[in-house]
């Protein structure tokens, strides 16, 4: 009985933690991964450390402290062995900025998180965060198709699996590919989350890093994505003028 008992609570919390996985934010996701690889790796490399495992212990240390973003070899000439666990090559706090008319998102390079604030309308000055999904979801019968196409992309990131539901696709369905107007130079820095003026070389990496946080597995949006690879194209014009 008590085999019974104990095997009825694994599937139970085995179901909810598949269910928990579901609707996380991937991004979200990845990091609590990552943090939890990290705290694992350092506390056996503690472990077979004090064993006196140090041929294991040292590079497992390494492991975990790049996994947690700790690169204490980064300032002593080794700096690209940090860059392996992605410790090296943070943005210094940049942001991408998007407008239409309805709405003003920004993504922040280093996490990756997409916040929303309404700039027009009976909402305008508040939050996206402030709302849920089914009063966002309200919301795009009043959007253009530019700020829907937004919309969609913030809701991909905070409600993974809105779309599978019947109210989501029906929003979906109302919504249009955004108009391509011409990009300005001024558009293009902010999407890219650079002071105008930047080199070729920081205009490749802005929008090398963008796409990496863009990508489905981080809960990334095509538009955004078509969005920032525009943005590389018009500075690279402009250079090349």
């Not at 109210?167 to 107007?181: E, F, K, L, T, V």
């Given at each position: 009985?008590?085999?019974?008992?104990?095997?009825?609570?694994?599937?139970?919390?085995?179901?909810?933690?598949?269910?928990?996985?579901?609707?996380?934010?991937?991004?979200?996701?990845?990091?609590?991964?990552?943090?939890?690889?990290?705290?694992?790796?350092?506390?056996?490399?503690?472990?077979?450390?004090?064993?006196?495992?140090?041929?294991?212990?040292?590079?497992?240390g390494i492991f975990g402290a790049g996994l947690l973003g700790w690169?204490?070899?980064?300032?002593?000439?080794?700096?690209?062995?940090?860059?392996?666990?992605?410790?090296a090559t943070r943005s210094s706090g940049r942001t991408s900025r998007v407008r239409s008319q309805f709405l003003?998102?920004?993504?922040?390079?280093?996490?990756?998180?997409?916040?929303?604030?309404?700039?027009?309308?009976?909402?305008?000055?508040?939050?996206?965060?402030?709302?849920?999904?089914?009063?966002?979801?309200?919301?795009?019968?009043?959007?253009?198709?530019?700020?829907?196409?937004?919309?969609?992309?913030?809701?991909?990131?905070?409600?993974?699996?809105?779309?599978?539901?019947?109210?989501?696709?029906?929003?979906?369905?109302?919504?249009?590919?955004?108009?391509?107007?011409?990009?300005?130079?001024?558009?293009?820095?902010?999407?890219?989350?650079?002071?105008?003026?930047?080199?070729?070389?920081?205009?490749?990496?802005?929008?090398?890093?963008?796409?990496?946080?863009?990508?489905?597995?981080?809960?990334?949006?095509?538009?955004?994505?078509?969005?920032?690879?525009?943005?590389?194209?018009?500075?690279?014009?402009?250079?090349?003028?």
């Amino acid at each position: 009985m008590p085999t019974l008992i104990a095997g009825a609570v694994a599937v139970v919390t085995l179901y909810l933690l598949l269910q928990m996985f579901r609707s996380a934010n991937p991004a979200v996701l990845a990091r609590a991964i990552k943090v939890g690889g990290g705290v694992v790796a350092l506390a056996v490399a503690a472990f077979t450390g004090l064993r006196g495992e140090l041929a294991v212990a040292i590079p497992l240390g390494i492991f975990g402290a790049g996994l947690l973003g700790w690169t204490p070899l980064a300032n002593s000439g080794f700096g690209n062995i940090g860059g392996l666990f992605g410790g090296a090559t943070r943005s210094s706090g940049r942001t991408s900025r998007v407008r239409s008319q309805f709405l003003d998102m920004r993504l922040d390079h280093d996490s990756g998180q997409l916040a929303g604030e309404i700039v027009a309308g009976p909402y305008a000055g508040r939050s996206l965060d402030e709302f849920d999904l089914a009063a966002l979801l309200a919301m795009c019968p009043a959007f253009d198709a530019e700020s829907v196409a937004l919309l969609e992309s913030y809701l991909d990131r905070r409600f993974p699996a809105w779309r599978q539901n019947a109210q989501g696709d029906a929003a979906g369905r109302q919504s249009r590919a955004a108009p391509s107007g011409k990009m300005t130079a001024e558009e293009a820095y902010q999407i890219l989350g650079l002071r105008p003026g930047a080199g070729r070389d920081e205009i490749g990496r802005a929008h090398k890093t963008l796409m990496k946080k863009l990508h489905p597995d981080q809960g990334g949006s095509t538009y955004l994505a078509a969005r920032v690879n525009e943005a590389k194209d018009t500075l690279l014009r402009t250079h090349n003028g």
